[in-house]
């Protein structure tokens, strides 16, 4: 008997899951890989086993939802219709049937012949020291690669109690502990929300939120924000919460500076006007041992750009079906526009069912998820109003001082950036990586490219890695001959 298609999933987060689970309904053969221990990505981030926690679902508002995902993945996991890999770190896709990924794009609306089996390796590492390399060969990949937080500096960003907001959720969710007593949560977007709940929730003083962003914008977006009442109730359910928390938002307003020699001891902000500029004498000082600052949230395209898969911005490119223009390649979720946990499980489920005709050699039927297309969207249209909504403040980088550190990794700082640029004559982002090495230390420019971009005024431009994280030589070394080239 001829064994069924198989289909690679990169990231379990809701894109990943949706989409595993709609192929694999399907006949098709699924392989789930993922970086953390437990299925659910950050969204529907799980505490450790051995902590047993008694009531996970305190911290989380959209707990059925998953319940029904870790449902099905249990089902289809026991028939043997998926296998789940946890705790596997995927470092590169790679084709093995000598086509250059770059080329071949597909027409939208025509069908293409399935891939010859075996046409990705899907190359991870395996285990917390990711030492140990793991290949899988599949007929199709879909990737869930999810996103990643925007950072922005300020000075004293890298004292010891500044976290990325996303982070300080992470350790509450995954660890069940406070990243502090007393919190200020800053920045800008809808994730500040959830995380300023959720550390009042669990006991901490959360001292301001800080939100950048001002309430006059809301009426431009207010088609948007009307097609998701769901939405806006969630919104008001959160404000509810942290009134009841004595939490007060400071709209308009951005953290100027963090303060403290060993850690961080308080936080200087201060009101901006319709401009983004700093409204003289609004600076007040905020005693805290934490802050939690985030601004939005970037696609994770790495494995995508080393496909050659095109981009649209900073997104990656995708058809109403979810594929990319690479034969063989889908993605779903955050990797083609940051949307939230409703926008991926769509795109998701749409996704896992083309997949499943296209391997399967018929015409897919789009009329078999029309439901998932419609609300795909509507939520689409919700993304774009928060986007412009929650964008950085205008002059965040002229607020930054010559002396803040913008890259951490190899401790170049924002002045150093400018005279690259100012006196050196950098153009273009390559060009001040290769004279300040912002860029060049461990995260390969994943963290500080924004900061860099914004403090150099070269605006960021996709690259082409060949790898989407660090590996060890031996690994590499072990690799077969047909291995990334």
């Given at each position: 008997m001829t064994e069924p298609p198989h289909l690679a999933v990169v990231g379990a987060g809701p894109a990943g899951l949706a989409a595993a689970l709609a192929a694999a309904a399907r006949g098709v053969r699924v392989t789930l890989l993922d970086a953390a221990e437990q299925a659910g990505g950050?969204?529907?981030?799980?505490?450790?086993?051995?902590?047993?926690?008694?009531?996970?679902?305190?911290?989380?508002?959209?707990?059925?939802?998953?319940?029904?995902?870790?449902?099905?993945?249990?089902?289809?996991?026991?028939?043997?219709?998926?296998?789940?890999?946890?705790?596997?770190?995927?470092?590169?896709?790679?084709?093995?049937?000598?086509?250059?990924?770059?080329?071949?794009?597909?027409?939208?609306?025509?069908?293409?012949?399935?891939?010859?089996?075996?046409?990705?390796?899907?190359?991870?590492?395996?285990?917390?020291?990711?030492?140990?390399?793991?290949?899988?060969?599949?007929?199709?990949?879909?990737?869930?690669?999810?996103?990643?937080?925007?950072?922005?500096?300020?000075?004293?960003?890298?004292?010891?109690?500044?976290?990325?907001?996303?982070?300080?959720?992470?350790?509450?969710?995954?660890?069940?502990?406070?990243?502090?007593?007393?919190?200020?949560?800053?920045?800008?977007?809808?994730?500040?929300?959830?995380?300023?709940?959720?550390?009042?929730?669990?006991?901490?003083?959360?001292?301001?939120?800080?939100?950048?962003?001002?309430?006059?914008?809301?009426?431009?977006?207010?088609?948007?924000?009307?097609?998701?009442?769901?939405?806006?109730?969630?919104?008001?359910?959160?404000?509810?919460?942290?009134?009841?928390?004595?939490?007060?938002?400071?709209t308009r307003h951005t953290v100027v500076e963090a303060h403290g020699t060993d850690r961080l001891t308080a936080v200087t902000v201060a009101a901006l006007d319709r401009d983004g500029a700093l409204v003289p004498g609004s600076a007040r000082r905020i005693p805290c041992d934490t802050l939690a600052v985030g601004h939005g949230m970037l696609p994770h395209t790495d494995l995508a750009e080393t496909l050659g898969c095109a981009l649209s911005g900073t997104d990656v490119r995708v058809d109403d079906e979810q594929r990319t223009d690479v034969p063989g390649v889908w993605a779903a979720g955050e990797a083609t526009g940051i949307g939230g946990a409703a926008l991926a499980l769509a795109e998701g489920h749409i996704a896992g069912r083309s997949v499943a005709a296209r391997l399967h050699g018929t015409p897919p039927d789009p009329r078999r998820w029309a439901g998932a297309a419609r609300a795909r969207g509507r939520l689409r249209e919700f993304a774009a109003a928060l986007d412009a909504l929650y964008a950085p403040p205008a002059g965040w980088a002229d607020r930054i001082t010559d002396d803040t550190v913008v890259c951490r990794c190899e401790e170049v700082t924002a002045g150093q950036v400018r005279t690259s640029v100012d006196v050196l004559g950098a153009g273009d982002p390559r060009t001040v990586k290769l004279l300040t090495r912002a860029g060049m230390g461990w995260c390969q420019g994943r963290m500080c490219e924004p900061a860099v971009a914004g403090v150099s005024g070269c605006p960021a431009t996709p690259g082409r890695r060949p790898f989407a994280r660090p590996v060890p030589l031996g690994v590499l070394a072990e690799l077969p001959e047909d291995g990334p080239d």
């Open positions: 950050q969204f529907y981030r799980q505490p450790a086993a051995a902590l047993n926690a008694r009531r996970p679902q305190a911290l989380h508002h959209q707990w059925r939802t998953w319940e029904r995902l870790r449902g099905g993945l249990d089902r289809q996991l026991a028939a043997g219709h998926v296998r789940h890999l946890p705790d596997h770190h995927v470092w590169c896709v790679d084709r093995t049937d000598g086509r250059d990924s770059t080329h071949g794009t597909v027409p939208t609306g025509i069908l293409e012949v399935a891939p010859p089996r075996g046409t990705f390796a899907v190359h991870a590492l395996r285990g917390p020291l990711q030492e140990e390399g793991v290949t899988v060969r599949a007929d199709a990949v879909l990737l869930a690669t999810g996103g990643y937080e925007r950072v922005l500096p300020f000075p004293g960003w890298t004292l010891p109690g500044v976290v990325t907001a996303g982070g300080a959720q992470a350790m509450l969710k995954g660890a069940l502990v406070l990243p502090g007593r007393t919190v200020v949560v800053a920045g800008t977007g809808p994730l500040l929300l959830p995380v300023a709940c959720g550390l009042a929730a669990a006991g901490a003083r959360v001292a301001a939120l800080v939100e950048s962003a001002g309430p006059e914008a809301l009426p431009r977006h207010a088609r948007a924000f009307a097609a998701q009442p769901g939405k806006l109730a969630e919104g008001a359910r959160y404000a509810g919460q942290l009134l009841r928390h004595g939490v007060r938002p400071l």
